[in-house]
């Protein structure tokens, strides 16, 4: 355990995490655009900035992967932080003028209106670099990546072709905070040729990648799942049986917990990968249950119950 | 053929020292960049023609520039039991006058610079004189070379080959005294060798100033399945060549650094980062590596010890953050060119997440002299605090542009001098130091000594770049020249940098097209503070010094804009 000071306060915490996530436990603020705790800090957007005194130094730094150390003191409202992150969102508000976020978390830090020699852009895309380390370190199928150097970095897809890498899940679509990331799902998408039109069928379009992939339907409702590439993807990935993909989340079986059997030993809740089964006690009786809410239907715990409680 | 121990390296030096005195004739010509660019190939083909043709016989060698760029292509003439003579802007077509003056024992007066009685061979401490029995009158008239005003103000440490030996020839630079500092350095502990390393007082050339034996502790007392040596080569600036000139000129020096480097951290593997933009340096170090490895001075067993090392070179595309040694760690890793957050140090997690050194070459090429020579040695050099010499590009609007080696302390003002002053009539406004990331500094500061701390207290660093300003400058063009520079080589990281940068250019080129007010220049200072804190690293927090550097000493080039 060390001990750190935030704004005055003496707060005892681990080693190894970041200022910002000691911050958060402690109900302190810090605004940030590029943080996502299923990702590792990357310090693109620079919004977390706070003051951190060392000794007797003084130096700024981002508060998302800087790491707390015995003794520190930070200072999360300083003016000097304060500068740091007005002119951050006057610079973005001056890029991206129009998403609503970022008009929301200017106006947080201060900032409703760029100075008039500021001249605006019509940009949508900040740069956090959350949809390129989600598609990394999450889904890790490395799809997109910044391109470019200089004031021209931008996110894309190779050479701006589609790519095979490409599983059009829509993690990207799903973190983007200015919503920038398009994903649009087509019942019957059609081509138009020349010489007529051809239909596709149920297709995704990640609109940004120009990936255009068709959409399994499942074996048993007939209901569409989610495109082919990303169920092979996922089945490669995954412990989970093939056959699970076939099937919608609707469709897919879901354990059933003889109680009479159930002996409460607990093997299926540390094997199963989603974490959905969990054990509870009942009339003074410890048993397991299953939250279908996080059950992906694998169908591992039934094999793994040493009295065939679960089917 | 592999050596193996002192007393063979010591022989094969001797020979190779032998072998370059007892030639009757050498010519050598500087066929750096800098001489290419003045066509030195031509001239070395006009000169083989011509000695051919007029029945002599002479080694007729490339070498690396002397420094003096200004006067390529450039030609050393030795003949055997005379000085060394010098000419400057030898075109091809003066080959014939200038063999035929060889052949008759006279000089070519018109092109003679100077001559040199004796070489001095910085690492083992001596001087190896010239014979000069049978000088003819032409040549003792011609000024010495430590008389030369070129070359009063200079002393070579890390240039110390550079334009004396071919530096494809692994040969020559043992005869020089090359690789013997290694040896010395395995004989000893590694922690003495840090040591020695300290007590000179070394620290970076890259601009920063961090005791390099600091550095090499850190890394070796931290904890690692691996460690790395990486020698940084990346020179993103415009207009500078010390790099080039190093590695086109004397590669071995930077090698053999590494390697020392290497043996005092405990680094089994290290790297060498060279911009492809630089094909010959690129060519000499590759071919340097070959040969070390064929000498048995690389690879299992470095000089029959037990140190094992490997060396491979790594192309960059040369970006200017490049130059930034966690930049350089993460482009060596395969990816994106940025930087990381420090802490940690590279020194504690570097490449792989393993300690790593990384080092400019010019730091580097003057470690081989340190072990050679003693801490205490270089320690004497330069002013407390700031051992040593430096390597300056000198360029702009200067008479002779130039790469020189001042020790550390010696006035702006003498260094100008040796480049013989702001280019005629013109006068001097400003210097800028270490490139667009130095800051400005004005006329009136020429009085400052060249150290890291001096130049620090007047917001500046000591980087390799030095550039005359002149007073037909205007000093906001300037800026935004570096603006537009920044602006392609920002890695795009930080909100900061990357926008900050993009609308500090638009700020300034609205002024200097004369449509800005005194709200651009008040906003331009507004900024400032911010994006220095805002950046991660050293690019984006030096781009706004530029900005108030110039906003501070030249007030008077913004508002010359400004309208009504």
Known sequence: MITITINGKKIKTEEGRTILEVARDEGIHIPNLCSNDALKPAGNCRLCSVEVTQGDRTTIETSCNYLVQEGMKVATDTERVKDVRKLVMELLLARCPNPKKIRDVAAEVGVTAVREEFSLENEYCILCGLCVRTCAEVVQANAIDFEGSGINKRVAVPFDESSKECIACGSCALVCPTQIIKMHNFDNAQVVYADGEQNLGAQRLMQNWKTELPIKFCKSCGNPIAPERQLTWLGNKMIFPPEMFNLCQTCRSYPTIDEEICMGCGQCCDNCPCCALEL??????????????????????????????IS | ????????????????????????????????????????????????????????????????????????????????GRPKITYGAVTADKAAALVKAIKSGSVLKEHALFRTDAEENVIAGESIPYGTDEAPQPLKELPERGSYPF??????????????????????????????????????????VIQEVITSGLRGRGGAGFPTG?????????????????????????????????????????????????????ASKGFIYVSTHYPAALANIREAVRQAYDY????????????????????????????????????????????????????????????TVVNNLETLAMVPAIIARGGKWFSGIGTRGNAGTKVLSLNGSITRPCLVEVPLGTTLEEIIAIGGGVSAGKKLKAVTIG????????????????????????????????????????????????????????????????????????????????QGRQGHIDLLKQMSQPMIDGSLCALGKTVPVVITSTLKHFAADYSHYIKG
């Open chain 2, 1 to 80: 053929m592999k050596v193996t121990n002192e007393k063979d390296l010591k022989a094969l030096g001797t020979q190779a020292r032998k072998k370059m005195s007892e030639a009757a004739l050498r010519i050598q010509v500087g066929t750096s960049t800098c001489g290419l660019s003045r066509r030195a190939d031509l001239l070395k083909q006009a000169l083989e023609a011509e000695v051919k043709k007029q029945g002599l016989a002479a080694d007729i060698v490339e070498v690396g520039c002397n420094g003096m760029c200004y006067q390529e292509p450039i030609v050393d003439v030795i003949q055997k």
């Open chain 2, 214 to 266: 600091i550095k090499w502790k850190t890394c070796s007392e931290a904890a690692g399945e691996a460690k790395y040596v990486v020698a940084n080569g990346s020179e993103g600036d415009p207009d500078i060549g010390m790099h080039r000139s190093m590695m086109e000129g004397d590669p071995h020096a930077v090698l053999e650094g590494l390697i020392i480097a290497a043996y005092a951290v405990g």
């Open chain 2, 435 to 514: 490139g667009p990331s130095g800051s400005v500094l004005p006329a009136q500061s020429v009085k400052l000594p060249l150290t890291y701390d001096d130049l620090n207290k007047a917001g500046a660093i000591l980087g390799a770049g030095f550039t005359v300003i002149d007073d037909s400058v205007n000093m906001a063009d300037l800026a935004l020249y570096f603006l537009n520079f920044f602006k392609e080589e920002t890695c795009g990281k930080c909100t900061t940098c990357r926008e900050g940068v993009k609308k500090m250019c638009e700020l300034v080129g609205e002024l200097c097209q004369g």
């Open chain 2, 151 to 192: 070359y009063q103000k200079q002393q070579k440490i890390a240039l110390r080959n550079a334009g004396l030996i071919d530096p494809t020839c692994i040969d020559e630079y043992i005869a020089f005294g090359g690789y013997s500092a290694l040896a010395a350095a395995l004989a000893m502990p590694a922690m003495q």
């Open chain 1, 280 to 309: 509870k006690e009942e009339k003074g009786e410890i048993k397991s249950f299953c939250f279908t809410g996080n059950c992906t239907g694998c169908r591992i715990c039934e094999d793994i119950c040493p009295r065939a409680a």
């Open chain 2, 296 to 355: 048995g001075l690389l690879g299992e067993a470095v000089l029959g010890s037990t140190f094992s090392f490997d060396v491979i070179i790594d192309e960059g595309s040369g970006g200017y953050v490049c130059g930034e040694e966690t930049a350089l760690i993460t482009t060596l890793e395969g990816r994106y060119g940025e930087p990381r957050p420090r802490p940690p140090f590279p020194a504690q997690k570097g490449l792989w997440g393993q300690p």
